[in-house]
């Protein structure tokens, strides 16, 4: 958990770094306002490539190989921003480093759902939650201390070293046995397995037990064929990969949308309270607040309850949030909203992969991811046509409506979901579960 977990923590912390390095090349007069806002958008096209391309690799090639590659990736190109010679130069070494950070967003919810036990992987999402927050924290924090004294290159060296001593120590991170049985793999499975039960204290009894059952499978003895990847839209499957596109779209859109318009909405309406620090520090406690309760209540209730109360909670509070007054109360729901926001984000995104099999689970999550990732590219054109026809009320309805949108499918559509296929039985289209 601690090597996944900080896998997100240097991404969102290499993703955040663009606010205060843009404002500090905009300052500098290094770049300009149309050179900015090509830097974002092919962040953005990055990030989305690099969640569609990363489904492939690791389902191909292997978990590991995928993780430690994206992560390579991203760590060195960062460090190549640092010595990058002009605006030119950043905008196409950012758009290559943009790959390696979509793919780690799959990959570290994708082996959340491979690796983590199914009766506490709500704890473990809420915790990969955490370390992305705290990973947009303290880039913000060392924001506006290093980049004053040490300038903006300097965030590029933090980010890029920290993610390769992750690499480094991430070398001995075990391969998911899923995947490994899945390729006929089955001594190196094995291997995995005992080490993994070992650590965790099963008796050796228990062990035979399931050791008996995984040899005695006849999923077990040949490898399986490789499965195209339009399985995710044949009969049997294509509810679950609409319904992983729907909660990734709504996820990412209205979580960019609604932390990134809201200061906006507010100078519109000529309110000061908007740039304060106090708005922007309950955005910050928000991503931090909102996944520390996903880890707390995340194996409480099940999991169709806990995301269906959150979406509720992210509809009404953002319908109310624009038009409060009271600096005390824009803050207060502010930290409210965010962190209904947050847990949403967290519990959808780690839900996604769950609805795939091994065979194509993070092509799967890499398609869901790829369309959120897109539907943030489009979101300001979308968001600036909402507001110009309908004023702001259009725009919380069409985002309050996509949360209430979602929360009713989930609520009420029955998903066969393939969370909790054992390493030892048959493919899970075989024998389904269901979400709950």
Known sequence: MLLVGLGMFFDSFDNTLSAGVLASLLESKWSTLQLNSLFLSVTYAGLATGAAVTGWVSDRF???????????????????????????????????????????????????????????????LGMLGIFA???????????????PALG??????????????????????????RWLERMGRNEEADAILRRLEHEAGVHASTAS????????????QTPSQWVPITI???????????????????????????????PTFFVSQGMSVSRSLGFNAAIMAGFLAGPLLCAVIGDRLSRRRVIVIFGVLC?????????????????GFGFLLVSAIASFLILGLGTAPELFATAYRFRGGGVAQTAGRLGVIASPAVILALFDAYGIGGVIGAISGMYLIVTFLIAVVDIDSTPTESIEGPEPEATPTRLT
Not at 152 to 177: Q, Y
Not at 209 to 220: V, W, Y
């Open 62 to 124: 292997g978990r590991s190989f995928a993780f430690q590659f994206n992560l390579a990736l991203f760590g060195i190109l960062a460090l190549c921003c640092a010595f990058a010679p002009s605006m030119q130069w950043l905008i196409a070494i950012r758009g290559l480093m943009a790959l390696g950070m979509g793919a780690e967003y799959v990959m570290c919810f994708g082996l959340i759902a491979e690796l983590m036990p199914a009766a506490r992987r709500g704890r473990y």
């Open 133 to 147: 927050g705290a990973g947009v924290s303290l880039s913000s924090l060392l924001g506006m201390l290093i980049i």
């Open 152 to 177: 903006w290159r300097a965030m590029f060296v933090i980010g890029g070293l920290g993610t390769l001593w992750l690499w480094w120590m991430r070398r001995s991170l075990p391969e998911s046995p």
């Open 209 to 220: 037990e399931l050791q008996a059952r995984s040899t005695g499978s006849p999923a077990a």
């Open 232 to 262: 995710l839209f044949s009969r049997p499957v294509i509810r679950r990969t609409l319904m992983a596109i729907l909660l990734n779209v709504t996820c990412l859109f209205g979580s960019y949308t609604v932390t990134g318009w809201m």
């Open 315 to 331: 509809a009404v509070f953002g319908a109310i949030y624009p038009f409060l007054a009271a600096p005390e109360l824009i803050i």
